[in-house]
T-cell receptor
Framework: NAGVTQTPKFRVLKTGQSMTLLCAQD?????MYWYRQDPGMGLRLIHYSVGEGTTAKGEVPDGYNVSRLKKQNFLLGLESAAPSQTSVYFC????????????????FGEGSRLTVL | LAKITQPISMDSYEGQEVNITCSHNNIATNDYITWYQQFPSQGPRFIIQGYKTKVTNEVASLFIPADRKSSTLSLPRVSLSDTAVYYC????????????FGKGTRLHILP
């Protein structure tokens, strides 16, 4: 049982390049999230999804796009990378919170460190 | 979503009890208080969750007074390995919604 897996773990991009971060979970979770973490800023929500085929904006969505074509995967795309997007990106997933006895606990991946030069 | 305020950082010594207080004056009726712990170079992990009164598990205790405008995470007899960032969150358990983390409290345990 792998939990939440993020690919790649490290990447260096040049300004203007594009890339996609892949998040895969094997826990049959409904909800998935993408956060970014910068020094002194805590975690900030980029986009999230409450089910297959759905996505919604978080706190800092500009410059990113997401897709949830399959329930187990949540993709984060950068169409034209900028130095301000240098960060550590964390993906998380959780069970649906509308069912009793669920804490809504988020399960996180190990993070993906992205550097944009 | 509840507006959360917690100390930016705290220091303590090994073997002591550490209490981290979180303020959430505008917490909604359906919001639950949840705490996460994050070690360096790792994603956060769930510690404890509560609605009101006291909740205890093998890691920590959570105290929420009747007015629910604040909560306190209590870590008994901390060790060096408890050095981490601790996040207090408030989010509803009865509907889909975003989960906002904030900046957390950086706890540094000294020998």
């Amino acid at each position: 049982n792998a939990g939440v897996t993020q690919t790649p773990k490290f990447r260096v991009l040049k300004t203007g390049q594009s890339m996609t971060l892949l998040c895969a979970q094997d826990m049959n979770h409904e909800y998935m999230y993408w956060y970014r973490q910068d020094p002194g800023m805590g975690l900030r929500l980029i986009h999230y999804s409450v089910g297959e085929g759905t996505t919604a904006k978080g706190e800092v969505p500009d410059g990113y796009n997401v897709s949830r074509l399959k329930k187990q995967n949540f993709l984060l795309g950068l169409e034209s990378a900028a130095p301000s997007q240098t960060s550590v990106y964390f993906c998380a997933s959780s069970y649906i919170r509308l069912k009793a006895a669920n804490t809504g606990e988020l399960f996180f991946g190990e993070g993906s460190r992205l550097t944009v030069l | 979503l509840a507006k959360i305020t917690q100390p930016i950082s705290m220091d303590s010594y090994e073997g002591q009890e550490v209490n981290i207080t979180c303020s959430h004056n505008n917490i909604a009726t359906n919001d639950y208080i949840t705490w996460y712990q994050q070690f360096p170079s790792q994603g956060p992990r769930f510690i404890i969750q509560g609605y009101k009164t006291k909740v205890t598990n093998e890691v920590a205790s959570l105290f929420i007074p009747a007015d629910r405008k604040s909560s306190t995470l209590s870590l008994p007899r901390v060790s060096l390995s408890d050095t981490a960032v601790y996040y207090c969150l408030g989010y509803p358990m009865n509907r889909d919604d975003k989960i906002i983390f904030g900046k957390g409290t950086r706890l540094h345990i000294l020998p």
